[in-house]
């Protein structure tokens, strides 16, 4: 089943802060974050591991809430390079079964105006 | 360093015609591979996954195959297309093993006309 994420867009201004967050009715065993600008292919961010701790690098940063079976990723002081559409993609599965088969969410539009 | 190369960047077919999108990876051995498709505005859909040679899963019913000839060669293939075909393809590649990142190809647009 696919993963909910929220909100659907959201528009801020450099440096202000945005929180995505990316929810599933499943068991998760990771996460993966990743953002696409428009017309290019998806990159990769980064993936977080049930059990794991929070992870980022420089002002992005992402939790994996487990009781909640949700994930939310944190843009803080945000630049006009952040804005995209990010993806959340979601396995069940624990390491030793898992391909690498991940569902999608609907993805969340991230506007950075100057 | 690894790169991934996807062909063509834009297609436009017939309904009704064949198609072959093509992906191979560079820099690396044994990847895993995927083909996804992409929705106008919409998220990532999982087509088929690849873990070796000749070993292809597929995650969605329909008129679409994948083959994997050699071990860094992912192949998407139709015999007759359709218009709900339409959408842009990505291919993808990963360490082998749980949680590595997907490295994404540049994509493919395809119109069915």
């Known amino acids: 089943q696919q993963p909910v994420q929220s909100p659907q867009a959201v528009i801020l201004r450099e440096g202000e802060d945005a929180v995505i967050n990316c929810s599933s009715s499943?068991?998760?065993?990771?996460v993966h974050w990743y953002r696409q600008k428009h017309g290019e292919a998806p990159v990769f961010l980064m993936i977080l591991l049930k059990g794991g701790e929070q992870k980022g690098h420089d002002k992005i940063s992402a939790s994996f809430n487990e009781k909640k079976q949700q994930s939310s990723l944190y843009l803080t002081a945000s630049q006009l390079s952040y804005s995209g559409t990010y993806f959340c993609?979601?396995?069940?599965?624990?390491?030793?079964?898992?391909?690498?088969?991940?569902?999608f969410g609907q993805g969340t539009i991230l506007t950075v105006h100057p | 360093s690894q790169t991934i190369h996807q062909w063509p960047a834009t297609l436009v077919q017939p309904v009704g015609s064949p198609l072959s999108l093509e992906c191979t990876v560079e820099?690396?051995?044994?990847?895993?591979l995927y083909w996804y498709r992409q929705a106008a505005g919409r998220g990532l859909q999982l087509l088929f996954y690849s873990v070796g040679i000749g070993q292809i899963s597929s995650e969605v019913p329909q008129n679409l195959s994948a083959s994997r000839p050699q071990d860094r060669q992912f192949i998407l293939s139709s015999k007759k297309l359709l218009l709900s075909d339409s959408g842009f393809y990505l291919c993808a590649w990963s360490g082998q093993g749980g949680f590595q990142p997907q490295h994404f190809g540049d994509g493919t647009r395809l119109s069915i006309l």
């Open positions: 499943k068991a998760l065993y990771s």
């Open positions: 820099g690396t051995s044994n990847p895993n």
């Open positions: 993609g979601t396995d069940p599965n624990a390491g030793g079964t898992s391909y690498g088969k991940l569902t």
